[in-house]
């Protein structure tokens, strides 16, 4: 069964940092393409960053650029999101996401077969 884990969210105040941490069994993380979903009270699921695994190429929806850095371990089988410089709009549970291909945008949410439970962000003023 594969199971994708997320941890690291928090209570942290604007212009903090978090690091979300997303640990993944059932397969080889360096296999797939993987991203990072948010979604805020009353606002639909959105892209926030994600990677080709298999083609090297990184992707960063234009709220965060500057601010998240995607990465992944492969030996521990963990995906990561680092934080910084957090805003308020950064607020909301964030998903980790795994897929073996996508068509046009790894920051589509339908491209994903295999989803993490999300563990909540809070940014205060």
């Not at 797939?32 to 960053?49: D, H, L, N, T």
């Not at 909301?92 to 996401?97: D, K, N, P, S």
């Amino acid at each position: 069964e594969v199971q994708l884990q997320a941890s690291g969210g928090g209570l942290v105040q604007a212009g903090e940092s978090l690091r979300l941490s997303c640990v993944v069994s059932g397969l080889k993380l360096g296999d797939y393409s993987i991203g990072w979903f948010r979604q805020a009270p009353g606002k639909e699921r959105e892209g926030v960053s994600c990677m080709s695994s298999y083609r090297q190429n990184t992707f960063y929806d234009d709220s965060v650029k500057g601010r998240f850095v995607i990465s992944t371990d492969n030996d521990k089988n963990t995906m990561y999101l680092q934080m910084t410089n957090l805003e308020p709009g950064d607020t909301g549970v964030y998903f980790c996401a795994a897929t073996g291909w996508y068509g046009t945008s790894c920051l589509n949410d339908y491209e994903y077969v295999y989803w993490g439970q999300g563990t909540l962000v809070t940014v205060s003023s």
